[in-house]
């Protein structure tokens, strides 16, 4: 297990851009591979996209591909979420999460997550 906060939601204009930060508390944060997941009210939890220990490998969802990007710096142990081109249909929580450690491969499935975030909302007015 391990802690993570995350940071840099708010109020944006459509079209507009947010970067999401999410610290986490480990030293050996560079043994997990991390994940965006976000929820929507009144809708379940979803993938938003993933990233492998080294940050060789990438996976988005259909629905952020071309304008999200994920990135992480292992010496600072945050992960990062910059979006643009922001919709309305982007507002919810977004959640950084940590699968276990030494587990290898990028996932879409929550369950596959160990650690979560408190989250960060994300509003997209048009």
């Known amino acids: 297990q391990v802690q993570l906060v995350e940071s840099g939601g708010g109020l944006v204009q459509a079209g507009g851009s947010l970067r999401l930060t999410c610290t986490a508390s480990?030293?050996?944060?560079?043994?997990?591979?991390m994940g965006w997941f976000r929820q929507a009210p009144g809708k379940e939890r979803e993938f938003v996209a993933s990233i492998s220990q080294s940050s060789t490998t990438t996976d988005y969802a259909d629905s952020v591909k071309g304008r999200f990007t994920i990135s992480r710096d292992n010496a600072k142990t945050t992960l990062y979420l910059q979006m643009t081109s922001l919709k309305p249909d982007d507002t919810a929580v977004y959640y950084c999460?940590?699968?276990?450690?030494?587990?290898?491969?990028?996932?879409?499935?929550?369950?596959?997550?160990?650690?979560w975030g408190q989250g960060t909302h994300v509003t997209v007015s048009s």
């Open positions: 480990t030293g050996t944060f560079g043994f997990f591979v």
């Open positions: 999460a940590a699968r276990p450690r030494w587990v290898i491969g990028v996932s879409r499935d929550r369950a596959d997550f160990a650690s």
